[in-house]
């Protein structure tokens, strides 16, 4: 190793790397006056550089960009490819979280089947009528890791149902979850935001079915028919918190529009 | 190169444009390519570096943070990838495929392009240093990166960078000396 001092070789490297001030530059020329070995290891420095500045690039092997896109393209047609899916965003470690599911699912099975059987076997029990029995099915709750920032409700006669925005580290998530009779013609939904300050980056179709699904230019727009569910993952890219315009239409008029606000950066 | 740019083009990918990722390959694939090749001293694992890099972008990019500069986060994919490459491969790492290469009577990947000794010895020396410091003598050198870029591709702070450099210089200055080539 070298004996020059610490502080001189910071300095030295500083004007290596092209970083140095005036000032420093002016210290370093008044400490090499009287370092020999500094100047040396200047000059060696010096030297190395150079050397490297020398070296050519290598030239990549003809055809890597079009294999490089030909690979990009075929990743862009499989399903979730390029976009995100549904899933995705909200459960980023949606697989383990499958495993554990699937887990768990199979031990509640197992174990609704023993009690049936302990019950109807060990003990005297009567059959309950359907009338007598009341309940609700939910819908399942919020993932982990994912807030509700606005929830909406359309209740029109002809269209209604939930609209949330969700946000999650990954972006937002906008769950459709509506219903349309049908009676005055199919439902239309379109979104219209600043593709400067936002970016669609995934649809998924959780249930029922879209027509005519259009994206284009910061508008999307889509048919639906009966019971749907569906969910459109954006990313913010301005702090301030970019505004998505919803309008839905029955029948081609307009119905109810909402503005939400995909308020700060996940 | 045009941060801002890169940036737009990147949004525009999210949207769906895949002519602003190529164009993104076309910006950056030479480079990559040189970054992956100068830490593995492959020509073949250098494409599938490059390949991979860019695919991994792609499928990535909702992960990219629009406030760092997208070239950083795509070389620290490529070393990422590179390291990860030599670790799955547990190569000796000094000198011998290009021992193998020479042996076998065949051209190295620089003397494909211009026969210069002064080029394999360095190539020879980078594969003698640690992969920590082949690293950061690569993207300062051969990449023309500046402290804060490096921070955050090896994702350390500056002032490991700079002491990682300063270290890696002298260990390379005193290869070369050894080669002769100082």
């Known amino acids: ?266 | 190169m045009d941060t801002a740019a890169d940036t737009e083009l990147a949004r525009a990918c999210l949207c769906g444009d895949v002519s602003a990722f190529e164009t993104l390959v076309q910006r950056y694939e030479r480079a990559v390519f040189n970054l992956a090749y100068r830490l593995l001293n492959d020509r073949e694992d250098a494409k599938d570096i490059t390949q991979t890099a860019f695919i991994k972008a792609y499928q990535g990019l909702e992960s990219f943070d629009p406030r760092l500069e997208f070239r950083s986060w795509l070389y620290r994919i490529a070393v990422n990838e590179s390291i990860n490459l030599r670790t799955r491969r547990r190569r000796m790492e000094p000198l011998a495929s290009i021992a193998a290469v020479h042996a076998a009577g065949g051209k190295s990947p620089e003397e494909d392009c211009v026969n210069n000794d002064l080029r394999r010895d360095i190539q020879e020396a980078l594969m003698e240093m640690k992969r920590d410091h082949r690293v950061v003598i690569v993207l300062r050198h051969f990449l023309g990166c500046s402290h804060q870029e490096m921070s955050q591709i090896i994702q350390k702070p500056v002032k490991t960078v700079k002491s990682r450099l300063f270290t890696a210089r002298q260990i390379l200055k005193d290869l070369l000396i050894q080669r002769g080539v100082m």
């Not at chain 1, 001030?21 to 002016?26: D, I, M």
């Not at chain 1, 490297?52 to 979730?80: F, T, W």
């Not at chain 1, 998530?173 to 219903?179: H, S």
């Open chain 1, 1 to 266: 190793m070298t004996a020059v001092d610490p502080r001189t070789l910071d300095l030295i490297h500083a004007e290596i790397d092209g970083i140095i001030s005036e000032g420093e530059r002016s210290r370093l020329q008044d400490l090499l006056a009287g370092d020999a070995a500094a100047r040396e290891y200047l000059a060696r420095m010096i030297e190395l550089t150079e050397t490297l500045a020398g070296v050519k690039e290598v030239a990549p092997p003809d055809g890597l960009r079009r294999d490089i896109m030909s690979s990009v393209r075929a990743a862009r047609m499989q399903p979730g490819g390029g976009t995100r899916s549904w899933l995705q965003p909200l459960w980023p470690g949606r697989r383990a979280l499958l495993r554990y599911g699937y887990a768990f699912a199979a031990g509640l099975i197992l174990g609704l089947s023993g009690i049936h059987w302990y019950v109807t076997e060990t003990m005297d029990v009567r059959p309950v009528a359907s009338s007598e029995v009341a309940g609700t099915i939910t819908a399942p709750g919020i993932p982990s890791g994912s807030e509700v920032v606005q929830q909406s409700t359309l209740e029109m006669s002809d269209l209604g149902g939930t609209v949330i925005l969700l946000r999650s580290e990954s972006g937002f998530d906008l769950v459709f979850n509506l219903d349309a009779t049908g009676e005055k013609g199919p439902a239309r939904v379109a979104l219209a935001y600043n593709p400067l300050e936002a970016s669609f980056t995934g649809f998924d179709q959780v249930r029922g079915q879209v027509r005519d699904f259009q994206a284009a230019g910061g508008e999307l727009s889509w048919e639906m028919l009966g019971h749907h569910e569906t969910a459109i993952h954006f990313k913010a890219w301005e702090e301030a918190g970019p505004v998505i315009e919803l309008r839905f239409f029955v029948g081609g008029a307009p119905v109810q529009s909402l503005s939400l606000k995909l308020a700060g950066s996940p």
